[in-house]
């Protein structure tokens, strides 16, 4: 079988959708005999519908509900069998309800919706969602909390609550309007516009937000990338003065203060975001920074359901505060779109298409959450779970870990193997294609130093100009990354570093003086499709088993199964019929490797 078809044998395994062959004749067997033992420990006729799946209590899910939710999805496919029931009902009630809500939502491309129910529950159902996060912080600022947009209930006790987020794909409504509104009369609105993104929940008490008051609601998310620990990053913010960690506008007055002469304005960059840091510490980025325009519901307070994009897997931290209603805050939902069931969104605007003023100073109700998206969407969850992987704490640990690993393989250390070194290389190739604003060369390099001295040289390949061409799947074109054709100055000063400038099609020649010396490190951060290839290819036969290769963009972004990094290393691994195996780590979009077997057609 192809490997492509392999992979989609593992996928359809892993989303329950139907298996063919006597693989799937046995999954289906095991599937019905799991459902018919969960059948017998039902009450009588628990197996003819739903209405008495719920059981009573505040968590559980209203027969009413269930009934409708098995209608909708009756509806937008073949009829649901009753073996499917029968599994469906042996869970407890929110997770029967997110297998109903799933199945509904993906009717149209199920082959089989019962066999997937059943088959569903039989391997252990819960919403996969709560394990793409790796846990949130409540806020504590005055008068403010977050709250959950899924399952729990407020907390009263503050006067304006945000709720933590639910991730998962999210309708939206801007999108699905024109498409209802361009429907012949009477002709269903066929399929939802969904979008992975984050959303929770604001909620202003009586005492916060009086009737008929106006408001405006700002909302700000922002993302941190540590290249340190956690630790060390926090010491060095408030040796810097930043507001505390427990400050509900902790950034938002980093922020702030870093645009003061545009008003607290944040100036969007070529990426799309506002972005400062420190190279070795960590770099903060504001994705939103926006509001939106309210006031008081009859009776006083208000809840407002909002969503933000997520494009990559990072730390994340969410500000929201109440202020005055500045004319440049956008509308919220309409009365009519806060009707619509299952409740939709009002999505927030990234910077680059919406910033306002800041008014942190004049805010009278603040809160914050903090989060850790591990995997942006359902495809990097799929990745992550059979890669088997964990996150790792900081960037540092492990690129640090990846080369300490290299550096005791055999190509690093021949003699330990029984192998003669190579005259001018004798702990293989440490390469680095990707060299960009440098930091990570420096870093790779000083742990390098640290561990041989300087009989080892890594050589940086770049022409620093930025992206050849477009990243396919996202919205970088060519030239994003240019530092205008200069090499990093401290990179210059780096004894054991050595810089290759020009495109690869120019400077991979530059290896032909090391003959076959095998490449014991190699860093690949050239992000595209064609340059992958190009890299990989020349350096396919010199890896052998013990060889680390770090991708800076493997996983973890929209898109990434499609092209770049990853589908170019799956394409050279197989046509050269080279052995690997992922390293057991990750940290947002970066993977290390490990080679197994070497090339076996070179």
Known sequence: MARRERRAKRMADWYGLAVEGERGAAAKKQCVARAEEVAEKLPPGAAKGLQNAAPSGPEGIDPITMERLLSQVQKGGPSVQNEALVAVTGLPPQHAAKLLEFALEKSKELRDPSMYMVSTVARGFKPRWHEMVEASVPSKGKGVQLELA???????????????????????????????????AGAPLRGL??????????????????????????????????TNSEAKVEEWMVAGGTPPKHNPLRLWTMFTHQYTEHGGVVQPDELGDSCFGEAWRAEFCARVWTCLRSEGAPGGGRQWRIAVAARFAAGYRVEVY???????????????AQRIHPAVSWWAPPVAEHAVPSLSGMASHAAFLQLRLLFVNRENYWWGKEAEVLPSSCW?????ASVNSAMDSPAARPERYGLRPAPLNPHGLWLEFGVGSG??????????????????????????QGLPSDWDYTHLGAGTFSTGGQVPPHLLEMPNVRIHMGLFSETLGDLDEFGTTPVAFAHIDVDIFPSAIEVLSRIACQLMAGSVLVYDEL?????????????AWEYVASTYGIGWQY???????AVPIVIT??????
């Open 150 to 184: 899924q399952d729990r209930k407020p907390h009263k006790a503050r006067s304006v609550l945000l709720g933590e987020f639910s991730h998962r794909p999210i309708r939206d409504l801007p999108a699905e309007s024109p498409r209802e509104a361009g429907a012949s």
């Open 597 to 602: 077997q070497a090339a076996q057609r070179c």
């Open 583 to 589: 390293a057991g780590m990750y940290w947002q979009q």
């Open 439 to 464: 930091k990570t060369t420096a870093a790779i390099a000083m742990q390098m130093r640290a561990l041989v001295g300087q009989s080892a040289t890594l050589h940086g390949f770049d022409s620093f």
């Open 193 to 226: 516009q969904l979008r992975d993104g984050l959303e929770f929940l604001v909620e202003a008490s009586p005492s916060a937000l009086p009737e008929a008051t106006q408001v405006g609601l700002f909302i700000g998310l922002f993302s941190a990338s540590h």
């Open 322 to 336: 109440l202020g005055p209603p500045l004319p440049a805050c956008r509308d919220y939902l309409s009365a009519e």
């Open 396 to 400: 540092l640990d492990l690129m640090q």
């Open 555 to 567: 996983v973890n972004y929209v898109g990434f199964e499609l092209s770049g990094e990853y589908r």
